[in-house]
Each structure stands twice: as structure tokens, then as C-alpha cells.
């Protein structure tokens, strides 16, 4: 019989460090018990009254590796449909409609560019308390057919198998050749820095 001389997996990562990526635990991302949404800062005739669009992403995937004895080895592969972007507050259907249709075909162009996409393999650990961590993500994102490092600070809590990361992040529309909302007859206009604000849920797999 022939003696296998292919070349087994390191159990080291790059760094030198023993606990080695695949001992990282998988997690899924639950979308129903997770939470995603942009908020625009808007300028325009109608900012005086208070339409600075929140947006609701509804519809995203992905899963997460972690593992607490070694969190800068963490990775996150989250999926959004683009399409998914809905408008949550309280506005009249006919306004809701034209800021979604302007936001999908001429802002997004989610015919043309269905996903948005991040992606991190490496994590910069601020503080870990107990099952709590502050932890920023160095992972580039994808959004329009445009891929740029994006640095995400999150607070990362570990409760039994479920984990959640809640924070916030801001990226300037341009960056990704996006075009801003401009809508209710040229009323309404977004400023090219939007905040995002998550929560996401994710379930440990046996």
C-alpha cells in the first residue's frame, strides 16, 4: 500500500498561535431574532420636519466562528439581499414607495448587484469581561460591486449556545459609488454618511 505523504494541516495558525482556526465553534445567524438598520441624516426641504429615512434590512444570511480563548481568531461571513432594504417609519404608502423603488433600482441597483457582502477573518480584542467582549472586526465589505476594508466595533456576548453582537458603524455612501436617496420630489435628500445599527443573534451548531 502506498504511504500517504501528502501534507497535513498545521494545527498552528500564521501567527504562531496554538489553538489553531478550526477549533473555532460555528454559529448561524438566526435573521428572525437579529436586527439591522441604516439611518440616513436627511437634507431638503422636508429635514425640518424630521424625515431622516430609517432603513430596515429584513432579509440576511451568514454564519459566525468563534471561540473565547482565542476571539482574534474569529471570523464573520454575513450575506444581506439587497432587495430586502425597507423603509420603517411611519410614512405615507406613496412615499414609502418611491423612497424603496428609488433606493433599489437607482441607489442600490439590486438588479445588477444582489448582495451585499462582509467578510472578516481577524479581530482586534479591546476588553473581555466574563462572557462579554469588545472586539473591533477588520473585514472588508462589499456593496455596490465595490469591495473596501471596513472596521466594525461590536460587543460580543456569549448566553449558553447563543451568541449576540450589537454596535454601530458609519461609511460615507461615495466610498462604494452610491448615489444618495433622493426622493418626494426632490424634497428629501440623503447626506452621503450613513449610520448602521445591528443586533445579531447567532445559534451554536452541534
Known amino acids: ?29 438566526n435573521p428572525m431574532i437579529s436586527r439591522f438598520t441604516v439611518k440616513a441624516s436627511a437634507t431638503g426641504l422636508l429635514s425640518a420636519f424630521g424625515h431622516s429615512p430609517t432603513i430596515l434590512i429584513r432579509d440576511l444570511k451568514g454564519e459566525i466562528g468563534f471561540n473565547p480563548q482565542a476571539m482574534e481568531h474569529s471570523s464573520l461571513h454575513l450575506i444581506v439581499r439587497a432587495d430586502s432594504l425597507t ?78 453582537a450589537f454596535g454601530e458603524f458609519s461609511l460615507r455612501q461615495s466610498d462604494y459609488n452610491v448615489k444618495p436617496v433622493s426622493a418626494v420630489g426632490g424634497g428629501l435628500k440623503v ?12 445559534r451554536k451548531q452541534a
Do not use: C, W
Request: charged share 30%; hydrophobic share 35%; net charge negative.
Open 1 to 29: 500500500m502506498r504511504e500517504n505523504t501528502d501534507p497535513q494541516p498545521s494545527t498552528n495558525t500564521a501567527e504562531g498561535d496554538p489553538v489553531a482556526a478550526a477549533t473555532l465553534d460555528r454559529y448561524i445567524i
Open 87 to 164: 423603509v420603517a417609519d411611519n410614512v405615507n404608502d406613496k412615499d414609502r414607495r418611491e423612497i424603496e423603488s428609488q433606493m433599489r433600482e437607482q441607489v442600490l441597483e439590486t438588479s445588477k448587484y444582489p448582495e451585499i457582502v462582509y467578510d472578516t477573518q481577524k479581530v482586534s480584542v479591546k476588553d473581555a469581561v466574563d462572557s462579554q467582549n469588545d472586539v473591533v472586526l477588520l473585514g472588508q465589505l462589499t456593496l455596490h460591486g465595490v469591495t473596501r476594508p471596513q472596521q466594525v466595533p461590536a460587543r460580543i456576548v456569549l448566553t449558553g449556545d447563543l451568541l449576540r
Open 191 to 202: 447626506k452621503d454618511e450613513v449610520k448602521f445599527t445591528f443586533d445579531i443573534a447567532a
